[in-house]
């Protein structure tokens, strides 16, 4: 599996923008882009994912660079309901092992929301 | 619509005692797995399921046992619990294809976990 490179931990302001790096040079072409974050005490849940484009959602935006070597989760106007471990996670669409696409997790990057 | 369910939440065991973790969901996916996760580590794949009757080992299987009798259960067993199996553990559930109309379908639903304890 290509690896992600995220850095340990980020600390943003209450309502300001926060921008997670994640670095991917050796991404496939086939390679989905996938972003999870896991609040204190509770289970992952997906943010959002993308392929080649930039995409948008209710959570948050993706930024993938043109050589894809690299992307930014954006979150526009953090919340304190914001701190959490961003997963920056690659899922190859053409790989199976029987038929189940893995999720390998990372350390992620432990983001604190100051108030 | 509740998701993925863990049961229990919390669990004490003595070194050597057996149990049962028990993953159930309601979104008709078709597969399953099952997470551990430990202080300072990323979560590690132990098993996993891609469909009633069918399972798969992970990366860390060893000391595990699972079963998934049925689509909507993935059931994973500790035959003789040791301190090392200490840790929080996490369900998930997925479709087998990406369901791109709806993105936040295409990705894994994770249940709250079962916080394990061995002494």
């Known amino acids: 599996d290509a690896k992600t490179t995220q850095p340990n931990s980020m600390e943003s302001n209450e309502e300001e923008p926060v921008h997670l790096p994640c670095n991917h040079s050796t991404i496939s072409g086939t390679d989905y882009i996938h972003w999870y974050r896991q609040l204190p005490s509770q289970g992952p849940e997906y943010v959002i994912h993308?392929?080649?484009s930039n995409v948008n959602n209710r959570m948050a935006s993706l930024a993938i660079a043109e050589d894809r070597k690299s992307s930014t989760l954006i979150l526009h106007r953090a919340t304190l309901r914001d701190a959490a471990v961003y997963y920056c996670i690659l899922r190859d669409l053409l790989f199976l092992i029987q038929g189940a696409q893995k999720l390998v997790f990372g350390q992620g990057t432990r983001l604190t929301i100051n108030p | 619509n509740a998701g993925v369910t863990q049961t229990p939440k919390f669990r004490v065991l003595k070194t050597g005692q057996s149990m049962t973790l028990l993953c159930a969901q309601d979104m008709n996916h078709e597969y399953m797995y099952w997470y551990r996760q430990d202080p300072g580590m990323g979560l590690r794949l132990i098993h996993y399921s891609v469909g009633e009757g069918t399972t798969a080992k992970g990366e860390v299987p060893d000391g595990y046992n699972v079963s998934r009798l049925k689509k909507q259960n993935f059931l994973l067993g500790l035959e003789s619990a040791a301190p090392s199996q200490t840790s929080v553990y996490f369900c998930a559930s997925s479709y087998s294809e990406p369901r791109d109309e709806s993105p936040r379908l295409y990705g894994y639903t994770f249940g709250s976990g079962t916080r394990l304890t061995v002494v």
């Open positions: 993308g392929l080649t």
